[in-house]
């Protein structure tokens, strides 16, 4: 995706030859101000403006937009419109199609599952990604490896451990700790191959559309371990009981994943420690102390 040189409002009257008639906030997280345009000719736009800094951000959300996109056609991925860069007002902005939301029927997490489990079946000769990308604001490097332990320590909990103990979040009696997990980590995960992963898929990143749909978004992409996915989105309280159902009938995960699941999600939560600190400096640490 281009990113042009160019004001918001610009782009639209160029790209869709009608201009804004409205515009709503919109809740998208806490990096971005989000809001819904609505123009005169009835199309809907969701857009994210930040800091002109943030071009990369935009850009690496919409390669791993497309991704998804390339991957699936039971989950609905927004649409990519533009990305520009508002010299003048020294804004970024990631211009998306509209994802009209409705309530989900009784069906909707057997779907959800079933359709995730397929997105998995994607798969790459390695672990990573042809470009690194970012989860949330932090940097999130994804360089190939060939077994998923190398993988996980080195593009995953080294950076975001140092980062926490440089900055004094963790104390430098945890650092055995962590490597002692590290070491360990072989024997403790079971091999699978590497799967497509949305890579922060959480309830606050899912929707079920006016078609009954679930629909993703806030992408952090690369190939990895599927258990590091279903960990996730069991960090903040979970999904329905039938969206992991729906998954185990598609593609049932390997004895004794309850167990291994505060292993992957040691980096999710490293890194709200390093964006918010907190309550999840404990839990890390009472992850590590358990290994």
């Keep these: 995706m281009t990113i042009r040189d160019q004001s918001l409002d610009d782009f639209i009257e160029q790209e869709f030859q009608s201009p804004v008639r409205s515009g709503t906030a919109q809740s998208g997280g806490c990096i971005h101000q ?11 736009l969701f857009v ?9 951000i935009f850009e690496k959300e919409a390669r791993g937009l497309a991704v998804l996109s390339s991957a699936t056609r039971e989950i609905h991925i927004p649409e990519v419109i533009g990305i520009l860069h508002d010299s003048g007002a020294k804004e970024a902005h990631l211009v998306l ?25 994607n798969r790459a000769d390695a672990y990573g990604l042809d470009h690194d990308n970012y989860i949330g604001s932090l940097p999130q490097k994804n360089t190939w490896h060939s077994d998923w332990p190398s993988f996980f320590i080195r593009c995953r909990l080294e950076p975001q451990y140092a980062l926490a103990r440089d900055n004094g979040r963790l104390p430098g009696k945890a650092t055995p700790c ?7 980590l072989e024997e403790l995960l079971p091999d699978e191959p590497p799967s497509l992963l949305h890579g922060d898929l959480w309830s606050g990143n899912v929707l079920c559309n006016n078609q009954n749909l679930p629909a993703i978004f806030d992408p952090a992409v690369f190939y990895g371990h599927r258990e590091a996915e279903i960990a996730f989105t069991l960090l903040f309280g979970g999904f329905s009981e039938s969206f992991y159902q729906g998954y185990r009938e598609i593609w049932p995960l390997s004895p004794g994943f309850q167990s291994r699941r505060d292993i992957f999600n040691l980096y999710p939560l490293l890194v709200h420690v390093n964006l ?8 890390v640490l009472s992850i590590l102390e358990r290994y």
């Design 34 to 44: 989000s809001r819904r345009l609505n123009l005169a000719d009835g199309t809907r």
């Design 48 to 56: 994210k403006t930040n800091r002109e800094e943030s071009l990369d």
């Design 97 to 121: 199609s509209y994802i009209d939301p409705s309530g989900p029927d009784s069906t909707f997490g057997d779907r959800f599952g079933r359709a995730l489990a397929r997105l998995h079946r």
């Design 178 to 184: 962590f490597q002692n997990l590290c070491s360990k």
């Design 276 to 283: 918010f600190g907190g309550s999840y400096i404990r839990q």
